[in-house]
């Protein structure tokens, strides 16, 4: 099972920002938190990743709060073509799943013009 | 493009025949990922290889199996095809066996 719970579907105006949060209340010292997100049927696409500190890069921010257990995915302006289900993924990197992906349901962003 | 090429993009077979899909990943990538998509059961792990062996397992049937070549190309065999084996199977590659994962386009197999 999924160790994250995120909205099942959130909306957003095209060229504002969309703030996709995501709860990981058990997460352990060891966890990453990583998003992708899947554009129709397309091969999830990798965003951005984190341990404990807040990343950006030039897709998206990642906020991490000071306990971890919860994190938010920001894209700055969102566009149409940002429309995707959005998933966030806590794992052990070293750990004995060696590093395989457990995908939730996600949340889908519509975002409209 | 994340880099990883997966063949063929679409397949359409029947019940009991058998296929291989085929994944080549990204240039210095050394594990290979396969996961299943289907509509009920979203997206789900079925086997980790790294550098020819493999690593992990997860939610794989015995009806398929898979390989990482010398080349580091990969294939997914799926044999007794059922047609609750349409999905999209897509293949994801990483630099080490714990790194980010890269993932290809996919291949939608249909069994009718």
Redesign the interface.
Known sequence: DAKTTQPPSMDCAEGRAANLPCNHSTISGNEYV?W?R?IH??????II?GLKNNETNEMASLIITEDRKSSTLILPHATLRDTAVY?CIVID??GG?????????GTKLSVKP | D?G?TQTPKHLITATGQRVTLRCSPRSGDL?V?W?QQSLDQ????LI?YYNGEE??K?NILERFSAQQFPDLHSELNLSSLELGDSA?Y?C?S?VG??????????T?LTVL
């Open positions: 990583y992708y899947q049927s397309q091969g999830p696409q990798y990743h998933y990197r070293y799943s060696q590093g395989n992906l457990i995908f939730g349901k | 994340s990883v594990s990922y996961y979203g997206l789900q792990f980790q690593r992990a997860g999209l897509f994801a990483s066996g714990e790194d980010t994962q890269y993932f290809g386009p996919g939608r």
